[in-house]
């Protein structure tokens, strides 16, 4: 599996390689800034921090991953978890159709969608090329007081970088990610598209029953 593949069919893992919840510092400066200029604590830094952290774990315990999925999939639950602002991301996902829902519906969504997703792709992990270097370019400040967005680059020896964006938001003390964006592709907005069908005709109770039940199987790709 070529890293661009395992890149786009990882866009939700890719959260994996982003900034670990962890205490925010001051909120970043309203404009974009070279990743020197990023004070420590930063989304910016913690990005590259965590991401270099993630892919020497996937390589020192890769051996033991492949031996137990039970334990990878421990690893990437526990990661994702505390990374990922899943039910502000099923918002988005279900877009229109989360209007009057119930914070429960929603919850049920965003468990489902991440639970089928982390099943289907998380021992692609596996095949993940450890040897990348991460390079964060850039940090923005979202219009509307919506958060940041990190701008970051896999660095491969003989290929192109692979761009990889994440959007985050800051919840309480912490900062999480919403949204990430492989290569123009993003996360949000692919499954906004593969759903919307779907939850015309159907509830998000519903729609989510049939993801933890696996009659459906959405795709991180386009």
Do not use: C
Request: glycine share 4%.
């Amino acid at each position: 599996m070529t890293i661009k593949t395992t890149a786009h069919a990882l866009a939700i893992a890719s959260v994996l390689l982003s900034a670990h919840a962890a205490l925010a510092q001051q909120p970043a400066a309203a404009r974009t800034a070279p990743a020197s200029a990023m004070m420590q604590g930063s989304p910016s830094q913690l990005v590259l921090n965590n991401s270099q952290r993630v892919l020497s774990t996937l390589e020192k315990r890769r051996a033991e991953f492949s031996k137990n999925r039970a334990v990878l999939r421990e690893y990437i639950s526990t990661e994702f978890n505390a990374m990922f602002d899943r039910d502000y991301a099923a918002r988005l996902v279900l877009g229109r159709h989360s209007r009057g829902a119930s914070d429960a519906d929603v919850k049920l969504f965003a468990d489902a969608l991440a639970d089928n997703l982390m099943q289907r792709y998380g021992s692609s992990l596996l095949d993940f090329n450890t040897q990348l270097r991460v390079r964060v370019k850039s940090e923005t400040v979202l219009s509307q007081g919506r958060g940041v967005k990190v701008s970051s680059e896999f660095l491969r020896q003989g290929g192109e970088p692979i761009p990889v964006d994440y959007f985050m938001r800051k919840t309480g003390t912490q900062w999480k990610v919403f949204d990430v964006m492989v290569e123009g592709v993003s996360y949000v907005q692919t499954f906004r598209n593969q759903f919307d069908a779907e939850l015309q005709r159907k509830t998000i109770k519903q729609v989510a029953t049939e993801l933890r039940n696996g009659q459906l199987r959405p795709s991180a790709r386009q």
